[in-house]
């Protein structure tokens, strides 16, 4: 795999400590791992910074009501300034196989693609709603999006989803970043930013993350409610 320089990965956190197990196993497992792991922090009242500190991550702490999903990666991708790829994860996001992270970054061997995201797969013991929710999300098949897609996918040719997905730092530069304020999105924003510049979207299907939640039917509409917006 052709080299892409320093990649950075960054997991914003809150209260992550019953996810850490999981979490850091399948980070130390990648079989080409981050060069830097940096945890951002949003005042953990559990022992989240001390297991960073203990993983030897990179971390920063930050208040809660300073956290933005636009301009705390932003400020992240800024601080990792020698990375040439930042991938972003949650913290209930775990990375399924060996070979996921390397699955991700292979999508970067074309030039043009500016961003890439991973299949998310549902969790273990998901209900059918979840499971249905990432299925049809997440197919089987990779691809890869350009501006003129929007022509047969419409909003789709935007999908993507920062629970794992990596960005080139020349493609988010281009497009002035990751947007300050936004309720949620800053991904799909982003996207179709990197879109109208002349930038690929890739979709990695072999690039896996276990991922899904169990909300009611109220927390799903607001949340479709919010990314409406």
Avoid at 117 to 124: A, C, E, K, V, Y
Avoid at 134 to 143: E, Q, W
Avoid at 194 to 205: E, N, S
Wanted: glycine share 6%.
């Amino acid at each position: 795999m052709p080299s892409h320089g320093q990649v950075a990965l960054v997991i914003p956190t809150l209260n992550a400590a019953s996810d850490w197990h999981a979490l850091v196993g399948a980070i130390q497992s990648q079989e080409r791992p981050p060069d830097q792991v940096l945890i951002v922090d949003s005042e953990s009242t559990d022992c989240t910074l001390a297991l960073a500190h203990a993983s030897q991550f990179l971390s920063a702490k930050i208040s809660r009501a300073s956290f933005n999903h636009g301009g705390t990666r932003q400020w992240a991708v800024q601080h990792m300034k020698d990375a040439e790829i930042v991938v972003f994860l949650t913290q209930d996001a775990i990375l399924a196989s060996p070979d996921s992270l390397e699955a991700l970054l292979r999508t970067f061997d074309d030039p043009l693609v500016g961003a890439a995201f991973g299949r998310q797969l549902p969790r273990n013991g998901a209900n059918a709603i979840e499971a249905h929710a990432r299925l049809f999300n997440y197919p089987m098949d990779s691809s890869v999006r350009a501006f003129e897609s929007r022509e047969t996918l419409g909003f789709k040719a935007i999908f993507i989803s920062n629970s794992f997905a990596a960005y080139r730092r020349r493609a988010l530069e281009a497009v002035g970043g990751f947007p300050p304020d936004v309720i949620l999105g800053e991904d799909t924003i982003t996207a179709a930013h990197l879109l109208m510049k002349g930038w690929r979207i890739a979709y990695a299907a072999d690039a896996q993350v276990y991922h899904s939640h169990a909300y009611s039917w109220l927390q799903e509409f607001r949340r479709y409610f919010d990314t409406g917006v």
